[in-house]
């Protein structure tokens, strides 16, 4: 990619992440910004680009002395079903720019709708962070965030959760159900059942199990997998993300038998305790569509819905791309999938769902 000059910066550029300096300025960047997710970081970025055959890329904007004044991530994702976008980042919640001025960011943002012409994807979208000008169609109206301080102690988190969904929770911790935490095969192929035969229930296709493997190694301690078990067989499970203090319980869901057990409750609480024993002090509880009964179940925690804001820009004359399944033209095949055997889902699904982004 060309380098660009800047007033007051030396160059908006394009960074190799196979280098392993580069990997470690931008990562030192990621955690000292306030406004940093773990979505921003280049364990994600290189973890979906392995998971889901995709293209990551890395924009840098720096200062004469070569330091960092700000970076963003972008995935490029190709689907047949959903066409091309390029995406800050990928098959995350967040992201968009990170910079330490409006200069940066506004540079930033032109690279990469540069960046965007020359690949020929017709979409570009920041999942989070300041928008650079006015040639963005800006949504504050479809996504939730949920984030609040974990408690310093099981019973006062306990006490932090309403009343109603305190008394589910203390049944959850009467049940005979069983906890383990863990990075490996077995936890994986536990979650992966788990999580397939979940998002099948709610009609949409499972993400390749090659995703998941990626992310755990790529983030190492930094990523595991709590399950709850029933009897010796998994009921619920949650891979999480562990950045700057916060919890992010990211891929998670439960079986058809969880509902009954309250599993879904005990994972959720059993991570409070986890993270508050690695040292977190918050729990982002993640995102979730206005209006909808997964946002109803985090304000039932106690937790707060947050507007989120996300910014498309699409090229002259093209419909900026759209995926979320809520809209009214993909509400017949949601409800078709869910009609699906699981194992068909199952062999169907990740070959559409790394097409999401």
């Not at 540069?114 to 994807?121: E, F, P």
């Amino acid at each position: 990619m060309t380098v660009q000059p800047l007033s007051g910066l030396v160059a908006v550029r394009a960074v190799d992440l196979r280098d392993a300096n580069e990997r470690a300025r931008i990562d030192a960047f990621v955690r000292a910004h306030p406004e940093a997710t773990p979505f921003h970081l280049t364990a994600w970025s290189l973890g979906v680009a392995k998971g889901c055959g995709q293209t990551s890329h890395t924009l840098v904007a720096e200062r004469a002395d070569g330091s960092l004044a700000g970076f963003v991530p972008l995935t490029e994702v190709s689907s047949p079903l959903f066409g091309r976008a390029l995406v800050s980042n990928g098959f995350a919640i967040g992201g968009g720019i990170l910079a330490e001025s409006a200069a940066a960011t506004t540079a930033l943002g032109d690279a990469a709708w540069t960046l965007a012409q020359r690949l020929k994807c017709p979409t570009l979208e920041l999942r989070g962070g300041p928008l650079p000008g006015d040639a963005w169609h800006v949504d504050t109206d479809t996504y939730l965030g949920f984030t609040r301080p974990l408690a310093d102690s099981d019973e006062a988190e306990l006490l932090a959760i309403p009343r109603k969904q305190r008394a589910e929770v203390r049944k959850a911790l009467d049940a005979d159900l069983a906890i383990t935490v863990g990075h490996g095969r077995d936890d994986l192929k536990a979650h992966y059942a788990v999580y397939a035969e979940s998002v099948h229930n709610l009609g949409t296709p499972v993400f390749p199990a090659a995703l998941f493997r990626a992310v755990l190694q790529e983030f190492g301690e930094s990523a595991d997998i709590l399950t709850v078990r029933h009897d010796g067989r998994a009921v619920a499970s949650v891979l999480s993300l562990y950045f700057n203090g916060t919890v992010y319980p990211y891929w998670g869901g439960g079986t058809h038998a969880a509902r009954g057990l309250r599993a879904n409750d005990r994972m959720y609480f059993a991570l409070m305790a986890h993270a508050r024993a690695k040292g977190c002090t918050r729990f982002d509880f993640g995102r979730s569509k206005a209006g909808t009964g997964p946002a109803a179940f985090k304000k039932n925690w106690g937790f707060e819905g947050v507007p989120l804001s996300y910014g498309k820009r699409a090229a002259p004359g093209e419909p900026v791309r759209e995926i979320n399944p809520l809209d009214p033209r993909y509400a017949r095949k949601v409800e078709l999938w869910k009609t699906l055997p699981l194992w068909i889902a199952n062999l169907v699904g990740p070959h559409i769902s790394r097409g999401l982004g």
